[in-house]
């Protein structure tokens, strides 16, 4: 399908909260096309400073902010040329805010694309509105600006090194069986460290949710004992640990 003024349109499925789009507006007798989408690819990093008088300023780390994505489509009525506009607009919008309400983000999904979205509609706008064509735009916000793709989990190669598939950091979920005892166990990722102050019997498990930020020994939840940062991995982090075991790790693949 083409529409005017040589812009090309794709026949991009999209599904919000489990439901196809395309879909819904077929079934309603409307032909529906893709025209551009700005806001799924590549976001940007802002780098957070405090300017220190005379002296430059501080780096404190790097926020991102949420995702903003924009659709324009079109759709074609099924009808002739000569039925009510204005009527399949309104009828057209219906549709809409009906399959694309949400009252919290919901999974927003691209069949041009692996992964998922974590949106909610933040507007619907109409750009083009003739007797058997309909443009428009529908935009979503993402607070949570990540594209997240499946579950993995792996273990850190003999040097400790664990290649997560990812363009940003993730929070795992670490989970190794003790080989020996200590008198407290640390895990550590690229040198910031996680200390769980309390005796580790050899053959107990260790789990920490870095993403819950909860560690639990021998299944029990332990608070008080935990001191230090919750490991935050990134492609080529290297992990090391105080006592010995398999340890296996688990993350939700995710990219800017």
Same mark, same amino acid.
């Given at each position: 399908?083409?529409?005017?003024?040589?812009?090309?349109?794709?026949?991009?499925?999209?599904?919000?909260?489990?439901?196809?789009?395309?879909?819904?507006?077929?079934?309603?007798?409307?032909?529906?096309?893709?025209?551009?989408?700005?806001?799924?690819?590549?976001?940007?990093?802002?780098?957070?400073?405090?300017?220190?008088?005379?002296?430059?300023?501080?780096?404190?780390?790097?926020?991102?902010?949420?995702?903003?994505?924009?659709?324009?489509?079109?759709?074609?009525?099924?009808?002739?040329?000569?039925?009510?506009?204005?009527?399949?607009?309104?009828?057209?919008?219906?549709?809409?805010?009906?399959?694309?309400?949400?009252?919290?983000?919901?999974?927003?999904?691209?069949?041009?694309?692996?992964?998922?979205? !974590?949106?909610?509609?933040?507007?619907?706008?109409?750009?083009?509105?003739?007797?058997?064509?309909?443009?428009?735009?529908?935009?979503?916000?993402?607070?949570?600006?990540?594209?997240?793709?499946?579950?993995?989990?792996?273990?850190?190669?003999?040097?400790?090194?664990?290649?997560?598939?990812?363009?940003?950091?993730?929070?795992?979920?670490?989970?190794?069986?003790?080989?020996?005892?200590?008198?407290?166990?640390?895990?550590?990722?690229?040198? !910031?460290?996680?200390?769980?102050?309390?005796?580790?019997?050899?053959?107990?498990?260790?789990?920490?949710?870095?993403?819950?930020?909860?560690? !639990?020994?021998?299944?029990?939840?332990?608070?008080?004992?935990?001191?230090?940062?919750?490991?935050?991995?990134?492609?080529?982090?290297?992990?090391?640990?105080?006592?010995?075991?398999?340890?296996?790790?688990?993350?939700?693949? !995710?990219?800017?």
């Amino acid at each position: 399908m083409t529409a005017g003024e040589g812009v090309a349109v794709r026949d991009i499925d999209i599904r919000f909260n489990g439901n196809s789009v395309n879909e819904v507006l077929e079934d309603e007798g409307f032909r529906f096309g893709v025209r551009n989408i700005e806001g799924e690819g590549l976001i940007a990093r802002d780098p957070h400073t405090v300017d220190l008088p005379g002296d430059g300023s501080r780096w404190v780390d790097t926020r991102v902010g949420p995702r903003q994505i924009t659709i324009e489509y079109q759709a074609q009525a099924g009808k002739s040329p000569g039925h009510d506009a204005m009527e399949e607009q309104a009828r057209l919008e219906e549709v809409l805010q009906g399959v694309l309400f949400s009252d919290a983000p919901r999974p927003l999904r691209f069949s041009h694309q692996h992964g998922l979205f !974590r949106g909610t509609l933040q507007a619907l706008g109409k750009t083009q509105n003739h007797a058997h064509m309909h443009v428009g735009t529908m935009t979503f916000l993402c607070p949570d600006p990540f594209r997240y793709g499946d579950q993995e989990t792996l273990e850190p190669d003999a040097e400790g090194v664990v290649n997560v598939l990812t363009n940003y950091y993730v929070e795992p979920v670490l989970t190794w069986e003790t080989t020996e005892a200590v008198g407290s166990a640390w895990v550590a990722v690229d040198g !910031r460290r996680l200390t769980i102050d309390t005796a580790v019997s050899a053959g107990q498990q260790i789990r920490v949710d870095a993403r819950r930020m909860e560690t !639990r020994v021998g299944g029990v939840l332990n608070v008080e004992d935990v001191r230090g940062r919750y490991p935050r991995l990134r492609p080529g982090s290297v992990l090391t640990t105080n006592t010995g075991g398999t340890i296996s790790v688990s993350y939700e693949r !995710r990219w800017l």
